[in-house]
């Protein structure tokens, strides 16, 4: 398995989104294993603000040297900010994926929802899971 930076305070979706909980809400990411498999990033797509996700939704587009993927939400809400100096500065998510390449802000629907992703030991479990499947 790679080295990856899988933070303790954090929690994760299947789909690579990590997720901190905030007072305001939720702000979400992609996590640095997700980074690492995509390389340069070139361009981040994210959702207006306002708009209701669903868990599981599609939420935006992240495009790099590599590949286009999909963002999906990782828990349900109401998009209630976005980063916009990702527009500019996509490669922030490289750089800092955990701090500037921060990607929303979500309001919790059900707290059960952030509850129901995985700390760091399963999402290490995870990772470990899809890499040996590959192999």
């Not at 340069?40 to 993927?69: H, M, N, Q, W």
Request: charged letters at 30%.
């Amino acid at each position: 398995m790679g080295d990856y930076d899988i933070r303790d305070d954090l929690r994760y979706s299947a789909e690579d989104e990590w997720v901190r909980s905030e007072a305001k809400g939720v702000t979400i990411g992609i996590s640095d294993y997700a980074q690492q498999q995509l390389g340069d990033v070139v361009f981040v797509e994210l959702p207006e603000v306002g708009r209701l996700l669903e868990k599981g939704e599609p939420l935006g587009v992240i495009e790099s040297v590599k590949t286009v993927a999909d963002l999906y939400a990782p828990i349900s809400g109401e998009v209630l900010e976005i980063n916009p100096a990702l527009a500019e500065t996509p490669e922030a998510v490289n750089d800092d994926c955990y701090g500037e390449g921060w990607m929303l802000v979500l309001s919790v629907a059900d707290p059960s929802e952030v509850e129901g992703l995985f700390d760091r030991a399963g999402y290490l479990q995870h990772i470990k899971d899809r890499e040996d499947q590959s192999t």
